[in-house]
């Protein structure tokens, strides 16, 4: 009888949980994915969901005591192989897919296809296909092998994997998981591929993980690509590309608008950005984001909007501000927690004795509610009193930052100078 019911499809394909009824005779109870089917039968560690007479012991399921559909589990077959009887460990823990050849770099997302939300919101959808369904969005056209990480509907078959060629980002099409929840998606791209989720909602709120596990290409900007990913918490870069060269260098020139909006983002990998010129809004509104790596900012020529609201504590870079930095307006406005602000960062800017009306509101708003120390408000003034360009508008009241009255003498000579070059200052009394 047993035979009736032996799965021998590949490891993708799910299980067989057969039942012995009462009667005696055998039935197929239904067929699971294979990593809720692990975590039900053999890797849940403890109670994870109130036990209930059909199922009292939910801390050590094994065939014996495990139920499907009220039903208690006696026999589990793959391929001929009793389960319940020797539950084979390469079974257990699927291999990692091997890279096919010409790949130039993998990249591995961690997505939860419940957090799928309608274009312009949040708020996920409720029921439906909606909530099975992810589509892989990026920039240009691209040629890769993607693997789902579990069967799905792919291009109206059943499958887990697929291969895309010249593929243009709006005709990716979607993939559709049996069933809403968690997954591993494995792109290994054959050409440059670089992720784009530029709307607030959709798919981007599926994102919870993004890491580069190999050297890759890199295309010449990153705007707009994690825009508004609310749930997104990590982000790996790659440290070389394919030519071995630190991943960036050279290459990457705008960051704006890139992780705007991420409000789970705790942490983003080191990327080399010697030749960035546009940070704009790049974290704006990650509230949970508290550090970031010391960049290279010589190339900056607009900072604007670049940390605003974030929850940024200390800032410091590798290389500071450039000669053609001459936008920070807003940049770490309602930043609250931000205490610690490194010295000599504005050294190099405003070199110009001419002043400009474009450069009026340069510094407008740029420190305002911060939480900035006296030390730190002494290390800003310091650098910027290094500066030539007469009549600029600076901002470093309200927040909890240090009042002038404890300012420290040369914070206070610093702010003379500015006075003396025609800025006007802002600042808690």
């Known amino acids: 009888m047993y035979n009736e019911f032996d799965h021998s499809k590949d490891f993708s394909k799910g299980f067989k949980i057969l039942h012995k009824q009462d009667i005696g005779n055998w039935s197929n109870l239904g067929s699971f994915d294979e990593s809720d089917f692990f975590d039900f039968l053999f890797r849940r560690p403890v109670v994870t969901e109130t036990p209930t007479p059909e ?34 460990d390469e079974i257990a823990t699927p291999e990692t897919p091997t890279p096919r050849p010409n790949v130039i770099g993998r990249l591995v997302l961690r997505i939860d296809t419940r957090l799928n939300s309608p274009i312009g919101s949040n708020t996920p959808f409720s029921s439906g296909a909606s909530r099975r369904a992810f589509d892989l969005q990026f920039s240009g056209v691209a040629t890769y092998d993607v693997d789902f990480g579990s069967e799905s509907v792919i291009g109206g078959k059943q499958n887990s994997k697929a291969s895309f060629t010249n593929v243009n980002k709006f005709n990716s099409g979607q993939v559709s998981y049996l069933k809403p929840g968690i997954y591993t998606v494995t792109v290994s791209a054959r050409s440059a591929f670089d992720l784009e989720y530029p709307d607030i909602g959709g798919f981007g709120n599926c994102l919870l993980s993004i890491n580069y596990p190999d050297n890759r290409g890199v295309a010449s900007n990153l705007d707009n690509n994690y825009f508004g990913c609310i749930n997104l918490v990590t982000v790996d870069f790659p440290s070389r590309d394919e030519s071995n060269r ?25 990327l080399t950005t010697n030749v960035v010129s546009q940070w704009g809004n790049t974290f704006a509104g990650c509230t949970s984001l508290q550090t970031i790596p010391n960049f290279d900012y010589s190339s900056v020529r607009s900072f604007n909007n ?33 205490r610690d602000f490194a010295p000599g960062q504005f050294d190099n800017i405003l070199q110009s004795t001419v002043g400009k009306s474009s450069l009026v509101f340069a510094f407008g708003r740029t420190f305002q509610g911060c939480a900035l120390t006296a030390a730190s408000i002494e290390n800003i003034l310091v650098s910027l009193a290094k500066t030539k360009t007469p009549g600029i508008f600076l901002n470093i009241d309200g927040g909890t930052n240090a009042g002038k009255s ?19 200052i802002t600042f808690n009394p």
């Open 55 to 88: 199922e009292p012991d939910g801390s050590t399921l094994i065939c014996g005591n495990s139920y499907f559909n009220n039903n208690r589990v006696v026999s589990i077959y793959y391929n001929g192989v009793d389960l319940c009887a020797t539950p084979p």
């Open 246 to 270: 630190p991943f960036g260098k050279n290459k990457i020139r705008s960051l704006r608008n890139t992780f705007e909006g991420c409000t789970s983002l705790t942490n983003v990998g080191f």
């Open 306 to 338: 670049t940390f605003q609201n974030s929850g940024l504590v200390k800032f410091d870079s590798a290389v500071p501000f450039g000669a053609g930095a001459e936008n920070f307006r807003d940049c770490w406005n309602g930043c609250s927690n931000l």
């Open 406 to 424: 404890t300012w420290t003498a040369n914070a206070i000579a610093a702010y003379n100078t500015l006075i003396s070059r025609s800025w006007i």
